[in-house]
Every structure is written in structure tokens, then in C-alpha cells.
């Protein structure tokens, strides 16, 4: 683990300290995307923009989804 996802890590908690149980599904879901993160740095061997001969191939990325909620 680096220095950055040490501060994500910082930043999840101090979510969680300032919302308390109200706040624990955004906690769940930041914490999540970070996993995915990583996961996806491992199996491609490479960071985020980084370029190196070992790279395994690319990711496209992600989005957040719009709601399709209607509301009044």
C-alpha cells in the first residue's frame, strides 16, 4: 500500500467519524471503489496513466450512473 491510499484510507474514516452511522453506505461505497482500484492496478500491473512495458492492457474506466429516479 502507498502513501495514497493511505490517505483514502484517512479520508474514509474521518467520513465515517464526522457522519456516524448515517453515513456508513457512502463509507461502504468509497471504501469499494477503492478495492476495485486496486484491483484493477494489480491485474493490469500498472497504476492509473502509468505506462510500462509489463502492462497487461488497459481499462476504459468508469462513471458514476445517473438516477433514474423521477422526482416530483
Known amino acids: 500500500m502507498d502513501k495514497r491510499d493511505d490517505t483514502a484510507i484517512e479520508a474514509v474514516l474521518e467520513q465515517l467519524i464526522e457522519h456516524g452511522p448515517e453515513g456508513i453506505a457512502a463509507v461502504f461505497a468509497r471504501t469499494f471503489e477503492m478495492a476495485m482500484r486496486i484491483e484493477r492496478e494489480r491485474f ?29
Not at 62 to 68: A, H, I, N, Q, R
Open 44 to 72: 493490469l500491473g500498472a497504476q492509473r496513466y502509468e505506462r510500462t512495458p509489463d502492462r497487461r492492457g488497459y481499462a476504459n474506466g468508469y462513471k458514476p450512473k445517473l438516477s433514474t429516479e423521477l422526482r416530483v
